[in-house]
């Protein structure tokens, strides 16, 4: 039970696309800490990963994968979805941006300048700012920036509104959401504010595309739409209904097996050993069955 003032945490974290080993530390640490757990994943090793460390239509389940992490969240409880894959671009999150309204370009700061016209219907993300036409390791801000300036003003018009972004990298530093004028990129004081982290975020516009210089950056820009119409809220009622289907198979596996294959996934000595000799060290490791064994030697040929 819970009572009124606690409440539910949400946060959603990627497990990469290699076994295991794309698993960060940070994304650990929420497996070990959270109340609750859900995970979609594309192997079993990862699955299995995942649960040591724990303490319909394709539509339909996202939409009942969704409601169930929800769930948890009202109750009160510290959730976690981890999803193979990685995850979306950092600021999409922090800026409440919705790469899925009007679609998402991104361009290399110095590429950009080749005649590479902005697609103002579109969200544009800009790497390194602060490094335009920089082509050795030396970034002190040169006298470049302005060039990228001047081509953001060609496409857009000088009173357009950008976003600085610098996404926090230390545990105890902070996120950098700063609006500016295109024409602002030009004061000694704004561009000094760009360094070899920065990225600059140009905004697809409100409403309907006209001129250029009638665009400007009012606010998040998401695509608003009813989280439960009808069809949701029927697909929802059938989550405690729901059954596995026939022929669904739970994860089972041996702690050995388990281990060996955790241990190939984020040792690379191991898995060089292995790849050199795979019968030697299957033999080797202790408590694996003959059928397991059987299976590691084969996979290897």
């Known amino acids: 039970m819970t009572t009124d003032t606690e409440r539910g945490t949400l946060t959603i974290a990627g497990s990469g696309i290699a076994s295991v080993a794309h698993i ?44 169930v992490m929800l769930k948890a969240v009202r109750a009160g409880h510290r959730v976690l979805g981890v999803f193979y894959g ?70 857009c018009g000088p009173d357009y509104k950008v976003v600085h972004y610098i996404g926090a990298v230390l545990p105890q530093s902070t996120t950098t959401m700063d609006t500016f004028t295109i024409s602002d990129l030009r004061k000694e004081d704004v561009a000094k504010q760009f360094g070899t982290i920065s990225t600059l975020y140009i905004p697809s516009p409100i409403g309907s595309i006209g001129r250029q210089t009638t665009m400007k950056w009012a606010e998040p820009n ?53 790849k050199l000799d795979p019968v030697a060290v299957v033999e080797s490791a202790e408590g694996l069955s003959n059928v397991e064994k059987f299976g590691l030697k084969g996979w290897s040929c």
């Not at 994943?41 to 319909?56: H, K, L, R, S, Y």
């Not at 579109?122 to 390791?137: K, L, R």
């Open 24 to 67: 960060t530390l940070e994304t650990l640490s929420y497996i070990k800490e959270s109340d609750k757990l859900f995970y979609l994943v594309c192997d079993p090793v990862t699955e299995a990963f995942i649960q040591d460390n724990t303490t319909g239509g394709r539509y339909d389940s996202y939409i009942q994968m969704c409601e």
């Open 86 to 155: 990685h995850p979306g671009v950092f600021m999409f999150a922090d800026l409440e941006l919705d790469p899925c309204y009007s679609g998402c370009n991104t361009y290399e700061a110095t590429e950009l300048l080749r005649d590479r016209p902005l697609d103002p219907s579109t969200h544009n993300i800009i790497w390194q700012v602060g490094s335009v036409g920089v082509i050795d390791m030396e970034f002190e801000m040169g006298t470049s920036f302005h060039l990228l300036v001047d081509h953001l003003e060609k496409d």
């Open 222 to 274: 998401l695509n608003i739409v009813s989280a439960y119409s009808p069809h949701e809220r029927d697909v929802i009622s059938q989550i405690d209904t729901h059954v596995a289907p026939e022929g669904h198979k739970k994860l089972h596996t041996s702690a050995a097996m388990k281990k060996f294959m955790t241990d190939l996934a984020l040792k690379p000595k191991f898995l060089e050993e292995y």
